[in-house]
């Protein structure tokens, strides 16, 4: 063996929930940086097709584990089997609505799993993690813009689930120096890859307002429901810091190679820094698709706030990135994955 390759640090990286929406676009871009990508999915909210998708995009296939991350003996093989670098945390359930439901299956699936995998982490000596937070970790009583130090307190369970585990993935760094960990608090990641072929397609009835608005504008949904218009802002719906796919996986990109240098855990904000609402964002599909759709005012959604968009400070200036994209690129991108890339229902 070529000595200089034995000393070079491995440059494969763990992607769990690699199969799903943000998770296979940053693997993309991690394959296109030169990471070999090992993707480790339940596929509970995701296909394996999924995986080839993403092997015609970035020009390389990713290895797939067909699994789950609360599995313990499973991650200690795969760390065993290569040496990993780093590890993405995607894999969680991300419903708002879902989490009242449901709560348990939230705390064992999000804050489990992560316990789970940064024990066999530890294990395998290896303290790189990028962590999928969520801006639902704020509290709904503060004005945005939201910056990291902006009050925590969210409002159910799903959020609760993600700031749990940002104490714990903090408690964690504090006790050993050679964790580094960054807790990625997105925004309301939308849109697709530009070629069209790969975006998002959850199973089932989509939450999130751009998948359901593609579904509409295909037929597959009557119409479009507004969940509520009696919020205090401009037009009365739910403001959102929407932040393109794409720009979101550059952040991860970003976010690892800040943790080269940088050991302990940091949260940052990935949004854009401005907010949009129901209604601006409805708009501006429809002019991307040069057609209105069907919609109605339907009652406020329980869990949901008025609105929120980030700070985008911290992310500029520890990280180097800013989002790049617009809404009508999001917008474009999604419906183009809706016309040609997205695989139609059975
Ligand atoms: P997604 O559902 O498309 O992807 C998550 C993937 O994880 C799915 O492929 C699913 O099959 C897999 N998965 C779930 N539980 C698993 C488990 N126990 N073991 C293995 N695989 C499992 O969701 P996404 O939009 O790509 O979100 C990725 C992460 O980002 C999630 O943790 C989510 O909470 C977080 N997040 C998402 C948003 C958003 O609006 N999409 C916003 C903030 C944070
Ligand atoms: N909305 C509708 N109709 C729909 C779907 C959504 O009016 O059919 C509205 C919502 O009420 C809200 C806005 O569109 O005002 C955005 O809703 P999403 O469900 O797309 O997004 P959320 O802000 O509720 O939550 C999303 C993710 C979470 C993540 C959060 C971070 O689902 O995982 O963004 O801000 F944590």
Known sequence: M??????????????????????????????????????????SNSTVEVVAAIERVAGRRPDFVCGDVRDGALLARLFARSAIAAVFHFAGLKSVAESLAAPLDYYANNVGGTIVLCREMAEASLHTLVFSSSATVYSASHAPPLSESSPLDPAQPYGRSK????????????TDPRWAIASLRYFNPAGAHETGALGERPKGIP????????????????????????????DGTGIRDYIHVMDLAQG????????????????????????????DLVEAFERVIGRTLPRRIGPRRPGDIAASWAAVDRARELLGWQSERGLEAICRDAWRWTCTGCPPRS
């Open 2 to 43: 070529n000595p200089q390759e034995s000393t070079r640090p491995p440059r494969r990286v763990l992607v769990t929930g690699g199969a799903g929406f943000i998770g296979s676009h940053t693997s993309v871009l991690l394959l296109e940086a030169g990471y070999d990508v090992l993707i480790l999915d339940n596929l």
């Open 252 to 279: 991860h990109l970003a976010a690892l190679d800040y943790l080269e240098t940088h050991p302990g855990f940091i949260a940052i904000n990935l949004g854009t820094g401005r907010g949009y609402s129901v209604l």
């Open 163 to 174: 700031l749990m585990i940002e104490t714990l993935l903090g408690d964690l760094a504090a």
């Open 207 to 234: 939450n999130n307002l751009m998948p359901y608005l593609c579904q509409v504008a295909c037929g597959e949904r009557p119409e479009l429901i507004v969940h509520g218009n009696d919020y205090p802002t401009p």
